[in-house]
């Protein structure tokens, strides 16, 4: 079974600058996360998707980050524009309908390093 | 506010003793706990979990304890193997805004030594 695929694996902009993220969950799965992994800090949850629609996006910084998951397959998010502190790793999460929250199964995320 | 905390940033132990890794945590609302382990430049991937109403779970060289009233678990992995170095995350898992998530700790890096 392939594993949740996302790309790209680094990224280097300057502040300012948009960039975006793409995520491939494990094929069937109906729910999909956003984390934000922020050096020496654990996962924090940004956005949670179950099939098209957002269960909880309560932690997004909607004033410049945007998420959407087409057709309930793959997820984009958005940063647009920059700020030095969004250099993280962002990784993607997915589950299938009616697991409990241990079955996530992450991507190897991306590394975004914002100048 | 961190409602999910491992006070230790790193943790180093040597081949075949072993390692107990320590979680804290505030909101009696938890209904599971995990541990991940994360490897540089991979995702965390799961390790063992328990339910709010055990105290104990076992999987192999892998045992979690949970200490509800002091609001603690700790992840005991006996023996040590060098394979084990990485970094682990404590996580909790309640349902907010009618869906599961998880709130994770800080992570602590197990390094063991040959």
């Known amino acids: 079974e392939a594993g949740v695929a996302q790309s790209p694996r680094y990224k280097i902009i300057e502040k300012r600058q948009s960039v975006a993220f793409w995520c491939n969950p494990i094929s069937g799965h109906a729910t999909l996360y956003w984390y934000q992994q922020i050096l020496g800090q654990g996962p924090k949850l940004l956005i949670q998707f179950q099939n098209n629609g957002v269960v909880d996006d309560s932690q997004l910084p909607k004033d410049r980050f945007s998420a959407e998951r087409l057709k309930g397959v793959d997820s984009t998010l958005k940063i647009q524009p920059a700020k030095l502190e969004d250099s993280a790793v962002y990784l993607c999460?997915?589950?299938?309908?009616?697991?409990?929250?241990?079955?996530?199964?992450f991507g190897p995320g991306t590394r975004l390093t914002v100048t | 506010d961190q409602q999910v905390k491992q006070n230790s940033p790193s943790l180093s132990v040597q081949e075949g003793r072993i390692s107990i890794l320590n979680c804290d945590y505030t909101?009696?609302?938890?209904?599971?706990f995990l541990w991940y382990k994360k490897y540089p430049a991979e995702g965390p991937t799961f390790l063992i979990s328990?339910?709010?109403?055990?105290d104990k779970n076992e999987d192999g060289r892998f045992t979690v304890f949970l200490n509800k009233s002091a609001k603690h678990l700790s992840l005991h992995i006996v023996p040590s193997q060098p394979g084990d170095s990485a970094v682990y995350f404590c996580?909790?898992?309640?349902?907010?805004?009618?869906?599961?998530?998880?709130?994770f700790g800080q992570g602590t890096r197990l390094t063991i030594n040959p």
């Open positions: 909101n009696s609302m938890f209904d599971y």
């Open positions: 999460a997915s589950s299938s309908r009616g697991s409990t929250a241990y079955e996530q199964y």
């Open positions: 328990i339910s709010s109403i055990k």
């Open positions: 996580a909790a898992s309640a349902v907010r805004q009618g869906a599961q998530k998880l709130v």
